[in-house]
T-cell receptor, first 115, second 117 residues
Framework: AQTVTQSQPEMSVQEAETVTLSCTYDTSESDYYLFWYKQPPSRQMILVIRQEAYKQQNATENRFSVNFQKAAKSFSLKISDSQLGDAAMYFCAYRNYSGNTPLVFGKGTRLSVIA | DAGVIQSPRHEVTEMGQEVTLRCKPISGHDYLFWYRQTMMRGLELLIYFNNNVPIDDSGMPEDRFSAKMPNASFSTLKIQPSEPRDSAVYFC???????????????FGAGTRLSVL
């Protein structure tokens, strides 16, 4: 079974600075998808960024980018120019490549942004 | 589209009572997932459906839990009888097979926070 590990329960960053959230996963599959979801206090799960395992190029979405290291099974999220609205729980998630299979989530990292 | 709609947003009940959580997926989506979020276990899958048919219910904790999807636009998760350890946030998510270039993005509802006293 696949597992996802987020080793940082809590992180903090100064406004306008850069922060990196760590995620590692375990799978025997060669093709799969990886995601980062954001959960603000409103509880809504919001997709931040996604990555296909067979693509070597790291995904970027505005201030959000990933560092995908397939051999190391690592998928970290970098947030640049942090804003107060970035404060939330961040979940790393894995999904098998074949079809609409469920997401496997890490335990999450709570990010605080300091003004 | 209004997104995935869950009701109620909050539910407080007493131990032993029946609880029904409701979900309306995004129109046109053919997959529906129920997840549960707790502090101890994080987010975990309970059950998921494809075209209204349950595909995997191995995450349903016990017989007290049941889920149905009578049509493409509605699903329920029922707990009977409820226990304090069922207290959690329950999320519903939907996705479209082959959507978003194969990513099959799962869109989540706002969740139902269940408190069993």
């Amino acid at each position: 079974a696949q597992t996802v590990t987020q080793s940082q329960p809590e992180m903090s960053v100064q406004e306008a600075e850069t922060v990196t959230l760590s995620c590692t996963y375990d799978t025997s599959e060669s093709d799969y998808y990886l995601f980062w979801y954001k959960q603000p206090p409103s509880r809504q799960m919001i997709l931040v960024i996604r990555q296909e395992a067979y693509k070597q190029q790291n995904a970027t979405e505005n201030r959000f980018s990933v560092n995908f290291q397939k051999a190391a099974k690592s998928f970290s999220l970098k947030i640049s120019d942090s804003q107060l609205g970035d404060a939330a729980m961040y979940f790393c998630a894995y999904r098998n490549y074949s079809g609409n299979t469920p997401l496997v989530f890490g335990k999450g990292t709570r990010l605080s942004v300091i003004a | 589209d209004a997104g995935v709609i869950q009701s109620p947003r909050h539910e407080v009940t007493e131990m032993g009572q029946e609880v029904t959580l409701r979900c309306k997926p995004i129109s046109g989506h053919d997959y529906l997932f129920w997840y549960r979020q707790t502090m101890m276990r994080g987010l975990e899958l309970l059950i998921y459906f494809n075209n209204n048919v349950p595909i995997d219910d191995s995450g349903m904790p016990e017989d007290r839990f049941s889920a149905k999807m009578p049509n493409a636009s509605f699903s329920t998760l029922k707990i009977q009888p409820s226990e304090p350890r069922d207290s959690a946030v329950y999320f519903c998510a939907s996705s479209l097979a082959g959507g978003e270039g194969g990513f099959d993005i799962q869109y989540f509802g706002a969740g139902t926070r269940l408190s069993v006293l």
